[in-house]
């Protein structure tokens, strides 16, 4: 959310929806596989999954993954370039500047907040210093940003939905697992992939979770179960962890920020590919040979 913006700048001159397309990839997806600074793996930190779990345990799949996408990237990148009409002036690309530098300290502070805060505290911690980033900006930095609320309400509208119904399914899930044929690492890994494409990360890694944990008789809301499941079956929640955050990339709404970053690049009259162009053009072609790999890899 807050490197869009200076993307869609650094790339004003050619930007292209394969600019775009990337940049979800990558920074709204794949590259938040390592930390639960946000959704998915934000909800299992809640639910009694360690802090550094993630980073210690999916840093080989994450390294790949990312070293490839940006290996394809830098090839299109480079077509895209020379398939320019003009001449790319050198200042159109290392112009640099920071303006509302103090907002550094108000992010810090929502880390912190995020990590050492226990809940009931967190929630209205993280909200007030969300309020005092935004009075303390300078209106007219949003002004030369193109801020607007508007992407907010219409992802918070669409996402109240889901999370509002996902009681029944988490319940389901725990039940139901083994009659899933959810029976090995290769299958939680393609299996929650493939519902966080259709139906959003956040809540598909919540159900998959209770799934893993009931396959073994355990409670997804008893977090001494989560800490004992980890310990005996970290492998499933390795292949939940990476299968929802890699494929939340699929589609805008795999995960919110997919369409917040959308919308901020609608908004500041940002060439972006269309819902399905997105997926035919981008996603499934990019990514999916990327994924098979991963699974040779580390799920057979």
Known sequence: MLLIRPWIAMNRSRVAPMHIAFFIFLVSNIGGALLPVGPPLFLGFLKGVPFGWTLQNCWRQWLITVAIVLAVFFVLDLINLRARKRAIHESEITQWRCDGAQNFAFLFALLAVLIAVRPGWREPLM??????????????????????????????????????????????????????????????????????????????????????????????????????????????????????????????????????VKTIAEYARVPTPSFIGYIWKFAMPILIPIFVVISILFFR
């Open 127 to 260: 909200a007030l210093i969300a309020l005092g980033s935004y009075f303390a900006t300078p209106q007219r930095i949003r002004e030369a940003n193109n801020f607007t609320l508007a992407p907010l309400k219409e992802v918070g509208w669409l996402f109240l939905g889901i999370f509002g119904t996902m009681i029944p399914v988490l319940e389901f899930m725990e039940r139901s697992a083994g009659k899933l044929g959810l029976d090995s690492d290769l299958t939680f890994f393609w299996a929650s992939g493939f519902l966080s494409a259709l139906l959003d990360n956040a809540p598909t890694y919540l159900a998959f979770f209770a799934a893993a944990l009931g396959l073994h008789g355990y409670d997804l809301n008893d977090s001494s179960h989560v800490v004992r499941f980890i310990s005996e079956n970290g492998r499933e929640l390795i292949a939940i962890s990476l299968g929802v955050t890699f494929f939340g990339a699929l589609t805008y709404i795999g995960n919110a920020p997919n369409l917040f």
